[in-house]
């Protein structure tokens, strides 16, 4: 009786899904929304996993479905948090670069308007994308420096001070070069750390296949002729 209700339950699930995803979505617009995580369509996976675990602690097993179901609660989220981890990093990366091309093209000669669009031409990374579409956003008609604050939000918090040096230049006509010059040495500082923590943690992570690929077969290659030999010594 409780597998005919589990695939029914599967089958409701599925449906359901397939009718969330085929319903309209939000209108585009011309120029992108600085925070499209609000527009965006929450994903179909997680619904069906969870139906699925439903359907498993009906048919089969309670706990098997709790396990199923805490599973697919965890995949999601890791993902998410290496996502995160990932763009972290490749902005303070990127950030240095960035600060040392907006350095040179005011120190050329360029307003910020001109040097936000010119280093975001030239960058390919996070850091040059959210300069470049900022520079869009400011040549449709947005003022650029509401369009920097924004950065933060959708980029990270490392180009949080990149965008209040712009931001101040924008608004204030603060002079940008002595600004740029020393966060361009904290980038490269923060860069540095950076690579310095990922170096101690290095270790660590050679830990895993020390002990489980080369420890066995050093044991093997080692002891294993030992105690073969020590046995046939023994063999009466």
């Not at 599973?71 to 989220?77: E, K, T």
């Not at 904290?186 to 690929?213: H, I, N």
């Amino acid at each position: 009786m409780a597998l005919p209700i589990g695939l029914g339950l599967l089958w409701a699930a599925v449906v359901v899904a397939a009718g969330w995803r085929a319903r309209p979505g939000p209108v585009r617009r011309l120029w992108s929304d600085p925070a499209p995580e609000q527009t965006a369509r929450p994903p179909m996976a997680p619904v069906v996993g969870y139906a699925l675990a439903g359907v498993i602690a009906l048919a089969l097993d309670l706990l098997v479905g709790i396990a199923v179901g805490v599973v697919i609660w965890m995949v999601p989220r890791r993902r998410r948090a290496q996502r995160r981890r990932r763009e972290h990093a490749e902005t303070v990366e990127e950030l240095p670069e960035a600060v040392d091309l907006l350095r040179l093209a005011v120190s050329s000669g360029l307003n910020v308007h001109l040097a936000v669009a010119a280093v975001g031409d030239r960058l390919s990374g996070p850091v040059g994308s959210a300069l470049a579409g900022a520079a869009d956003r400011a040549h449709a008609g947005e003022r650029l420096a509401d369009a920097l604050e924004a950065l933060p939000a959708s980029v990270g918090e490392p180009v949080r001070p990149l965008v209040r040096v712009l931001v101040d230049g924008d608004r204030y006509g603060t002079e940008l070069a002595p600004a740029l010059e020393q966060l361009a040495t904290d980038s490269r500082l923060q860069r540095r750390r950076r690579a310095e923590e990922q170096a101690r943690r290095l270790p660590l992570r050679l830990l895993l296949p020390l002990v489980t690929c080369i420890l066995p077969a050093f044991m093997l290659l080692t002891l294993a002729p030992v105690m073969a030999e020590t046995l046939i010594m023994l063999r009466p």
